[in-house]
């Protein structure tokens, strides 16, 4: 029998607890021994709080129940993100979590709604989703399974809070075998043959050994990059925010089931709703606003009452150069960061875990060919998160700061352009092949951001008018059936998962 992987875990933020739950529940514990190193004197980043629909797939194959991981860390549902005044002050829109219409006749509803829309007889397209007709009446209820009712037509993700949520994975793993050493990490060994780590040193002097490194450091990359010199592709000449600041306020009025994106002077903020506060903060670029006045604006605009001093992040969006190198794998924000417009970052955990155990289960040797094409991949998502960010920041048409000037003129990817150029000419949705966001994530934006098909697809045209008017009225009619019988969203949550105090993970 092979011996146990060992595999030495660094960091208990979201990226080391998800890692360390996720191998621990999926190796047998035959197969790995897991150690995990993370220094709570240096803490957490602690502010990743809302989530794609994916994470579902997460928690139900490492067997985390949604329930009890909703009510021990405040957690609310997600339908989608409001975007508030990125195309133009005034303007809102929601990126929901589900399907616009349905499809008929082998086109994509779009494109007959876009018909019906040219002879001005179409409701707005909000207005046949159902995810996005639910957010905005605070509407929600679980998603049927049963793909011909219109309660399957949409999907949902979490809103929680990022500390409970790591304390609650921690117990997850540690029931699982997974050891905790609370210490810093003050020297990494590499082996004089081949570069490849041996240890890390820890500040009493100890050594751990391993034969799988992941790097789950955060921003500072401590193996990845201090260590192992990987270097980093920074995206920052599209992506300009550089800064955060991050504050906690009272929930004022009913919790709504989605996150808000609110285009700003300089950057934009967020608003989270959990069950026991609001999560806000004001992403900015250091080129165009002071840090003091950042902080100012932020606390300005809250909804209720401040529960502690804006705390302040610093960024620099891209993604390392291979986020396995040599014995060594980066996940989280050690391995790069695209900024949290979309609510990417967890998902990109969450694809950099699973790829590797797809990889690796079984076996402690390191073929070149399978670390070249984990990187391949990681690199991949990130490039193709990458593009609908700027997506959201190129398609404005506002002039009235420099940051949106400049976005608004700036180069972008020939990949994106070429997707921009097509959704004009005929509304053509080219999503990739394998790309976290699909045909109404894109949908959603390029109708949002005001980017607007010269054309439809002529072969809309093949409907009888009265035909099409009937459908799409009957869509919009099930919609609205729907949801008006659907519960208000926290007297869901009271009866689904309300809150209990959180799970206490201390220093040991
Ligand atoms: C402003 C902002 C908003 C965000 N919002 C979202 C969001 O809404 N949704 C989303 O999906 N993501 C979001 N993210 C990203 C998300 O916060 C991170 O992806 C997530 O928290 C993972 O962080 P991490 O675990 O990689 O790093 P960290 O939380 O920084 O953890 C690093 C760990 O490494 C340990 N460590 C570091 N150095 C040493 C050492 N020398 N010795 C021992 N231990 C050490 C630390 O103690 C800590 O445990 C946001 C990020 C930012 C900056």
Redesign the pocket.
């Known amino acids: 029998m092979r011996p146990p992987l060992r595999i030495v875990i660094?960091?208990?933020?979201?990226?080391?607890w998800m890692t360390a739950a996720a191998f621990s529940s999926v190796l047998k514990p035959e197969q790995r021994e897991i150690h995990l190193?993370?220094?709570s004197e240096?803490?957490?980043?602690?502010?990743?709080?809302?989530?794609l629909p994916h994470i579902r797939f997460f928690n139900k194959r490492i067997g985390i129940d949604e329930r009890e991981l909703m009510a021990k860390t405040q957690a609310t549902f997600k339908l989608g993100i409001e975007f508030v005044d990125w195309a133009r002050l005034g303007d809102s829109y929601i990126h929901p979590f589900g399907a616009y219409g349905s499809r008929f006749s082998g086109l994509p509803f779009h494109q007959y709604w876009l018909r019906q829309q040219r002879r001005g007889d179409a409701a707005p397209i909000e207005d046949y989703s159902l995810a996005i007709v639910a957010a905005r009446m605070g509407k929600f209820t679980l998603p049927s399974e049963d793909p011909s009712e219109v309660l399957s037509t949409f999907g949902y993700a979490f809103q929680f809070d990022?500390s409970l949520y790591a304390a609650y994975l921690r117990v997850f793993s540690e029931a699982r075998g997974v050891k905790r050493t609370d210490?810093?990490?003050v020297d990494v060994q590499l082996r004089g043959t081949d570069g490849w780590i041996e240890s890390v040193k820890l500040d009493d002097g100890s050594l751990v050994t391993g034969d799988l490194f992941i790097d789950?450091?955060?921003?500072?990359g401590?193996l990845i990059e201090q260590a192992l010199k990987t270097g980093y592709d920074e995206w920052t000449r599209w992506l300009p925010c550089d800064r955060?600041m991050?504050v906690p306020c009272e929930n004022v009025g009913p919790l709504t089931p989605y996150t808000r994106a609110t285009a700003r002077e300089a950057g934009w903020q967020?608003r989270?709703p959990l069950q026991h506060r609001t999560g806000n903060?004001y992403?900015y670029s250091s080129q165009f606003i002071s840090d003091d006045e950042a902080a100012a604006r932020l606390l300005s605009r809250l909804d209720g009452k401040a529960l502690a001093d804006p705390r302040p992040?610093r960024?620099t969006a891209g993604r390392r150069r291979k986020t396995w190198n040599r014995n060594c794998v980066a996940i989280?924000?050690?391995g790069g960061?695209l900024e949290?417009l979309e609510?990417?970052?967890?998902?990109l955990?969450q694809v950099a875990i699973t790829t590797l155990l797809d990889y690796i289960t079984g076996s402690n040797e390191f073929d070149p060919r399978i670390v070249e094409a984990y990187n391949r991949w990681i690199e991949m998502e990130y490039d193709r998160v990458r593009d609908f960010l700027i997506l959201h920041y190129y398609a404005t048409e506002r002039n009235d700061t420099p940051i949106w000037n400049y976005c608004r003129t700036m180069d972008v990817p020939d990949s994106l352009r070429h997707k921009m150029e097509l959704f004009r000419q005929r509304a053509r949705v080219v999503t990739y092949k394998d790309g976290l966001f699909l045909e109404p994530s894109w949908l959603a934006v390029y109708f949002g951001q005001r980017v607007t098909p010269t054309a439809y697809d002529p072969l809309a045209d093949a409907l009888p008018p009265a035909e099409l008017t009937s459908k799409l009225q009957a869509v919009r009619d099930q919609v609205h059936g729907a949801v008006a019988a659907m519960p208000r969203h926290e007297d869901f949550l009271a009866q689904y998962c309300p809150a209990q105090k959180p799970a206490m993970a201390g220093k040991s």
């Open positions: 660094v960091g208990g933020g979201t990226a080391g190193i993370e220094s240096i803490g957490i980043v602690g502010v990743g709080e809302a989530t990022a210490a810093k990490i789950c450091s955060g921003f500072r401590l955060a991050a967020w989270i903060g992403v992040l960024f989280g924000l050690a960061f949290p609510s990417t970052s967890i998902h955990i």
